[in-house]
Each structure stands twice: as C-alpha cells, then as structure tokens.
C-alpha cells in the first residue's frame, strides 16, 4: 500500500488550498484518516482527523478553517485549508489506519509542502 498527498504549494494570507491524499494497492481496507504537519523545528502535530464513519476531530487553531473529510470508495482524504496563516508553513503528512484482516498498521503519505507567505 501506498499514499500519495498532492496539493501544496505557496499561498499569500488569506488564500486557500486543497491537500489530497490517496492509498493505492490491494487486500486492504482503511480505518481512520488524518492529516499531521510539521513545522520547521517543531515535532509533528495533529492537523485534523476523520474515522471511518465520518466522525471529525481538528486541532484547536484549524478550528473554522480547516475541513477533512473523505471518499472511501477513492480511498482518498482531503483536507481544505482557507484562511491561512504565515503559521500554516509546514510539510503536510497524510495518515492512514490500513487494515489487512485483522491488523491494522499506520501509513503515512510522503508529506506535501504548504508555504504561507506574502
């Protein structure tokens, strides 16, 4: 299994943008979905997350202005970012719970660059 995040790239503040993230192989299913980030210097941080049936968690600075969901048929997780912030520049990692019979493993996207800056 494989995820690839897409979507990053340089926005001034204020502007938006779209990550996605899709799992590709076989014999697999997918549990919960997440996004994490890291900033330069700092550890990686919950961006949002979103289980199986759709329940949503974000952090509280993503509140109101971030929004994930997901297409599981696509085996895809979005994340739409508007109003962002000089403090959004970071790598942007998508996260997978992949499920193989009765196992479950964390896999992660190979993290997309999200530059905020006027």
């Known amino acids: 299994v494989q995820l690839q995040a897409s979507g990053g790239g340089s926005v001034q503040p204020g502007g938006s943008l779209r990550l996605s993230c899709v799992a590709s192989g076989r014999g697999f299913s997918i549990g919960g979905m997440a996004w994490y980030r890291q900033a330069p210097g700092k550890q990686r941080e919950l961006v949002a997350d979103?289980?199986?049936?759709?329940?949503?968690n974000y952090a509280d600075s993503m509140k109101g202005r971030f929004t994930i969901s997901r297409d599981s048929a696509k085996n895809t997780v979005l994340l739409q970012m508007n109003s962002l912030k000089p403090e959004d520049t970071a790598v942007y990692y998508c996260?997978?719970?992949?499920?193989?019979?009765?196992?479950?493993?964390?896999?992660w996207g190979q993290g997309t660059l999200v530059t905020v800056s006027s």
């Open positions: 979103i289980t199986s049936t759709g329940w949503t």
């Open positions: 996260n997978m719970k992949i499920r193989f019979s009765i196992y479950e493993y964390d896999y």
